[in-house]
């Protein structure tokens, strides 16, 4: 079986590195968990929790900043509904 690194590279995905240039597994790190994660769109997993099914693709870092975009705008827009009641 593919690792939970090689399965997130095959989406299309750039797992954070570490300071050897490996692969950091520790990308995901809190309690007993641990895994890689993408540097782009911070997809990633435990490698423990990993149920082997195949990731996402990588939406690439232009879709990336869009939707981070999209988000603050929503959230501004929410804001002044809030304060300028239509
Ligand atoms: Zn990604």
């Not at 911070?42 to 939707?67: I, K, M, N, T, Y």
């Amino acid at each position: 079986m593919s690792t939970t690194a090689e399965r997130l590279i095959a989406a299309g995905h750039k797992p954070h590195l570490d300071d050897d240039g490996e692969i950091d597994i520790f990308a995901i790190d809190f309690g007993h968990h641990n895994g890689p994660a993408c540097s782009v769109c911070a997809e990633g997993r435990c490698q423990h929790c990993d149920d082997g099914s195949p990731f996402e693709p990588c939406p690439g870092e232009e879709e990336v900043v869009r939707r981070a975009k999209e988000k603050r705008r929503a959230q501004f827009d929410t804001l002044k509904a809030e304060f300028e009641p239509s």
